[in-house]
């Protein structure tokens, strides 16, 4: 018994089908991906995306010859690094991830996967996924930005800055004035839409930042995180981190573009937001940050992508400048409620061209 669930990301589509006895482990996944991608039921003659099979682990039967380890995730630093057992079988890579008892079964020209998890796969497969669908969409002609993102309802305002400028702060101080939750540190976009696309990930945060806010300080306890004496350190919280313990609503991709604001949470004087000129230079294209080439899942996904992208848009060839107003929000503290909501209110969509996203 299986039943068959087309994911979808802008124009690009993963076809899931999971074994009934596969669901406990993959529902907090889709918990995961729902909030930015679509998630529907699909019969199965209709997928047109990369076919991916989940099973239970107890269905997969370990090769009899001994595997070399392989990189299937780079971390920021060595410690942090996902190692995995390889097998070359027939014209399939199997890789098994031991430590979230996770088993990547890819066929080597990209056509199809099928993956074995178990109660403890979460992450992993989380990981797998949003690394497929990333291959997906920047194949299919699209752009992925580092920026944090709110919503006012109409439009995405796009929070960009060096490290530690201060993005997650002024989206929090955004979000407690009256906007929506949007997206945690990237963006996805078709240059020649306008429009934006939030992408799951788990939020990065500031232990001053966390300080700063008594309902997250609350939270990170609740999760048994000890706080670090450095307020630029930054520790992973869960994905719905902002909904559970701030009560903050999460907007539906896509959005178009409404402003783009500079944070400089550092700057002399109290906090506010004014009007700035472009700073193109901090609108930073991200690439994909998985394991090292040709190691890990990096052979399957490159082929996959080639196979079985549709493409989105034009290319960009060019630095990424729309057509929006820029801010700035300056100085510590928080702005006056009365600064936020006016500063919400005058942001509106700008003209975009109609494309399908794919999303239902």
Known sequence: MSRTLSIRFAEQEISATIHLDAEQAVEPVLAFLQPHFSVDPLDPAAGRGLPLRISPLIGWTRPSAEPRQTMVRKGRSADTHVWGDLWQVDNRTVIEIRSSHTVFDLANDG??????????SRYHLSDFLREAMWELAVVGGGTFIHAASVGNGQAAVALVGDKGAGKTTTALDLVQGGADFYSGDILFTYADSGQM?????????CWGTIRANPALLSATAELGLAPSPDDGAKVLLPHDIYWTALSVQKSAPPLPLGAIVIANVS?????????????WDLLETLDRGGSAPGEGWEPFLYEAGRRYAHPGGIPLT?????????????????PSLEDITLFLDTIAPAPVREISDGRS
């Open 111 to 120: 056509s199809d996967l099928h993956v074995y998890v178990s109660d403890t």
């Open 318 to 334: 060019s630095s990424l400048r729309p057509d929006v107003p820029w801010y700035t929000r300056l100085g510590r503290g928080r």
């Open 267 to 279: 700057a002399p004087g109290p906090a506010r937001i004014e009007p700035a000129a472009p700073q």
């Open 197 to 205: 696309y939030s992408y799951p990930d788990y939020p990065g945060v």
